[in-house]
């Protein structure tokens, strides 16, 4: 079982920046991606950015340029760098951690509230 813990959730005023962390444990056995997945309300959840095995990164058009996506070392700790918050960038934040061995399976966080007030 992979246990992923996020932090870095709050209420920041529009302009402002975030740090969002999320770090995985338990049985890891091949990390495909990491990533971050944003859900506002009565909404459906949808992939803000990723970060895969080899590095390569892909974000979603409304945070281009504004959020980056990194991890440490380890390969175990993913963070988000969220600048230039908007109002629209409020939701609920998820961790997610997809395994492909022995099958692709996807792994969520208990998710953190990020909202940018106006």
């Not at 996020?6 to 005023?13: N, P």
């Not at 934040?93 to 099958?103: A, E, I, S, V």
Request: proline fraction near 3%; aromatic fraction near 12%.
């Amino acid at each position: 079982q992979v246990q992923l813990v996020e932090s870095g959730g709050g209420l920041v005023q529009t302009g402002g920046s975030l740090r969002l962390s999320c770090a995985a444990s338990g049985r890891i056995f091949s990390i495909y991606t990491m990533g971050w997945y944003r859900q506002a309300p009565g909404k459906q959840r949808d992939v803000v950015a990723t970060i895969a095995r080899g590095g390569t990164t892909n974000y979603a058009d409304s945070v281009k340029g504004r959020f980056t996506i990194s991890r440490d070392n380890a390969e175990t700790t993913v963070y988000l760098q969220m600048n230039s918050l908007k109002p629209e960038d409020t939701g609920v934040y998820y961790c997610n951690l997809r395994q492909d061995y022995p099958h692709f399976y996807d792994y969520w966080g208990q998710g953190t509230q990020v909202t940018v007030s106006s």
